[in-house]
């Protein structure tokens, strides 16, 4: 189920006041929203080079492990609006088209060779790289592709070149890789890996194939997690029916294309839109009028009020802490294993969706992220104290951001110490029992299973 894209938070992800904020002025109301500037966030075209925090630490910190989720890039619509020309996008890779990157054409020549990797079943069956003239629903755009490549240059120059986190005669023993079954997910965690690692190796290269978009392995099984699921639904549904502006827009629509407002409706409009919006394409027209802009704005606006009311009802939050609990315990097995010695999987990347990130930012309290854009990575960094080397941290980071002290379990950490990291244990524990106190519980099985008061 695709729940609502983006949050109403400014550039960057990040609440532009300082931490120690001043009495705010009550009187002031929030800045309006604005669903056109939302929007081209949502779509995250590559332009100008990206300033990050990742990697920053006092100089006697050493880096040992990296995690990283993404979500994967520019994507074609997985909906169509029915009686339209579908968008006219060309998904071949072209260096010389815009945009571009200096890697682009040796990643294809690379990917067109054939792979000796070790893919998990289906994964060796799907394309490592989009390739039709006219895009398929759903396929990785030439956009998608630069995104990531980009998203591999920029941790490849922090991570390899400053940290040296993987050398290079490193092993695949180092990396542990997981992406779900679309070819959009395989391709932009190869596209990543291409521009970040010390010499692409497909030897090296070990895919495992994860069937269940919040990569619950072999969790899944979660009644609760459904239940909170289905609340959420009807909240969102609830909230959708109250809005008058919203209904006379989709009734506007239905008669310019000419079919019923409930299968408009049910069309999903806002994910074909988006992507005449990202690629700059005239939006449909029909003989009968055309779909504009101010229907657009209309349906990315309630997107918005939905998900600030999505925070406060906070149903979405507790279906999020089930949701992640496999996915946040396998990170937290890793870094202990890792702060124990253990010199394997220190670089693991997760190529996923928006119904992947967006609970795993919600269960860590990161209630300031906005919604995840194409291409959104979220960092784990596991760093050693030089001084004292029993003792580790980490930094949790989102689209470059430094997040950790926006986490939940960390709040109050920075409030008395002065470190600009987060020890482990406090995420451990958080992972471990923590987030289980809001169901009464003490254990994922348990939470699972008991019924709210």
């Known amino acids: 189920v695709h ?98 990157h200096p890697q682009l054409e040796a990643f294809i020549k690379h990917m067109s060779k054939g792979s000796a990797a070790q893919m998990d079943g289906s994964l060796s069956t799907l394309p490592r790289y989009p390739s039709h003239s006219s895009c398929e629903m759903g396929e990785l755009t030439q956009t998608g592709v630069v995104q990531h490549l980009r998203n591999g240059q920029l941790l490849r120059e922090i991570y390899i070149n400053k940290h040296k986190l993987l050398l290079s005669d490193w092993t695949a023993k180092q990396l542990y890789l997981e992406t779900t079954g679309k070819s959009r997910t395989l391709q932009s965690a190869l596209a990543l890996l291409y521009a970040f690692l010390p010499g692409f190796d497909w030897k090296k290269i070990n895919l495992r194939h994860q069937w269940s978009t919040i990569f619950c392995s072999g969790s899944c099984d979660c009644p609760m997690r459904n239940h909170y699921l289905e609340e959420e639904q009807r909240r969102q549904y609830s909230l959708r029916v109250k809005n008058n502006d919203l209904e006379k827009v989709y009734v506007d629509m239905a008669k310019i294309v000419g079919i019923p407002t409930r299968q408009l ?149 920075y409030k008395r110490f002065s470190k600009p990291m987060c020890p482990l244990e406090k995420f451990v524990n958080f992972v471990k029992r923590d987030m289980f106190l809001v169901f009464n519980s003490t254990s994922y099985y348990d939470a699972c299973r008991r019924r709210p008061l």
């Not at 960094?381 to 939940?408: C, M």
């Open 265 to 413: 409706r049910a069309s999903n409009p806002i994910d074909s839109l988006l992507c005449y919006f990202c690629h700059n394409v005239s939006f449909p027209c029909t003989k009968t009028g055309c779909i504009g802009m101010e229907h657009f704005k209309v349906i990315k606006r309630h997107q918005l009020d939905d998900e600030r009311e999505r925070q406060e009802k906070k149903l979405y939050f507790l279906y999020a802490l089930l949701a992640t609990h496999p996915l946040l315990n396998q990170t937290v097995n890793r870094l202990q294993r890792i702060a124990e010695g253990k010199k394997e999987e220190v670089f693991v990347l997760y190529s996923a969706h928006d119904v992947t990130l967006s609970p795993v930012l919600s269960a860590l309290g990161v209630t300031e992220a906005r919604f995840p854009r194409f291409a959104a990575r979220l960092v784990f960094e596991l760093w050693q104290d030089g001084k004292r080397p029993k003792e580790h941290f980490i930094r949790i980071l989102y689209n470059g951001a430094d997040v950790t002290f926006q986490t939940s379990f960390c709040k109050d950490y």
């Open 3 to 100: 729940l609502i894209p983006v949050n109403p938070i400014r550039e960057g992800g990040l609440n532009p006041k300082s931490r120690k904020r001043i009495m705010p002025d009550l009187l002031t109301e929030p800045p309006a929203i604005d669903p056109l500037y939302e929007a081209r966030v949502y779509c995250n075209i590559p332009t100008i080079a990206e300033r990050s925090m990742e990697g920053n630490a006092p100089h006697y910190f050493k880096l040992v492990s990296v995690q990283v989720l993404i979500r994967h890039g520019d994507r074609y619509p997985l909906y169509a609006i029915p009686k339209t020309k579908r968008p006219d996008i060309d998904c071949m890779l072209l260096p010389a088209r815009k945009p571009s």
